[in-house]
Every structure is written in C-alpha cells, then in structure tokens.
C-alpha cells in the first residue's frame, strides 16, 4: 500500500531524513519508533506532501505520489491523525466530521460506526470543539480521518496526552482497521502499546532508519528494545 524508497528531506538547507526506505502492506500495522527529533513526523509530512521529499522515491496504492499535492494525497486515500489533532476549535463536532468526509476507492465509513468505535462520540456532535477534552478531541480527529474513506491512516503520537482508558480505545481502533483491511503507519512514544497492535516496526535515530523487523520480536526481546529505545 506504501513504498517509500530512498527519501530524503530538508527544511531548507537542513536534511532531516537520510535514505530512509520502509513499506507498508495492505492491511498490515507497521510502527515507526525512535527518540524525538528522530525524524518520523517529517517521514509522515514527506508521505503527504507537507515536507517533500528533495530526493528518492514515495508510492501509494501503486502510484508514485512524491511530488503530489497534500489535497492529491489524501483524496487518493491517505488519512493522517496528527499529533495536535488540529480540529476546527469554533465548529461543532458535527461540523469537524462532516468536512471530512470524501469518496476513494476504499472502504466508506459511517458515523453510525463512528459511534460503535467511540460511544460518547454521539453524545458529542453538538458541541463546539473548543470545550472538549484531550481524549475527545483525538476521538474526533480519528473519526474526521476514517470518514474520509483512507486505504492508508498515519497515526503522528496516538496516545499524547491520553488518559489510559482513551489510550485503550485507540489502540483497539487500531487492531480494527487492520480486521477491515485498512493499513496503518504509527508514530509513537508509548513503544511498547504500539508494538502490541502493529506487525513489524522500524526504528529511527537521526533522521535514519536504523533497525526493522517484526514487532512481537522487539516487544519480547526487553534487553534489545532498550537497547534500541532506551525503554
């Protein structure tokens, strides 16, 4: 579903990413750990154009995307939950998931499902954004990015600031995009929650990935993730 093959990204003349290649299978959870300032969020932003990447090669659902616009890239499929959630704070939830609602050719969404996910997510359609929680805005920003009909979701630091219970909830979404076919790539600091839901994992230091291989291997082996991540 995504091919990434060589990048690399600068802001301005800085180089963030170095050669960095990973995959992401159809139906398949990869994480992407490392410390911060590692470079993952900007392996996210050159996925979807933010950040493009100067050199090297991007590909989703067998096109090549690296030099599409950010509005290209998400209407072909691409949904991103980011780290800040960046909902619209004066509109309505309601407002917040109806503007991001498209057709692709994958798998639509319903807010009735929506609901099934996040069962207070119905009581919250009439609220303005701006007097939500922490936990119910992610619960928004997750919803807004499935009702777009993504082959692929970005998750950029799921659990930031989350009490446990939403952490939970996020991560069983998650497992469920899976079951429904949906590919995900997550950043994430909550090392070991992600390797839980995810199926292989790539780690970066430095704006260069420095391991990869399957996630269960990492989340048994505690002496070599600490060797990897410090946790």
Known sequence: MLNITNIETFYGETQAIFDASLTVGAGEVVALLGPNGAGKTTTLRSILGLSPARRGKIEFDGKDVTHSQTHEISRAGVGWVPDDRRIFPTLKVSKNLALGKKKTRFREWSEGEMFEIFSALEYLMDRDCENLSGGEMQMVAIARALLGSPGLVLFDEPSQGLAPKIVQDV????????SEGISVLVVEQNAVS?????????IMNHGRIIHEGPARD???DSNKRKQLLGV
Do not use: P
């Open 171 to 178: 991560m069983k979404t998650i497992t469920r995009l899976k």
């Open 218 to 220: 990492l989340l048994d």
């Open 194 to 202: 992600a390797l839980e839901v995810s199926d292989r994992v790539y």
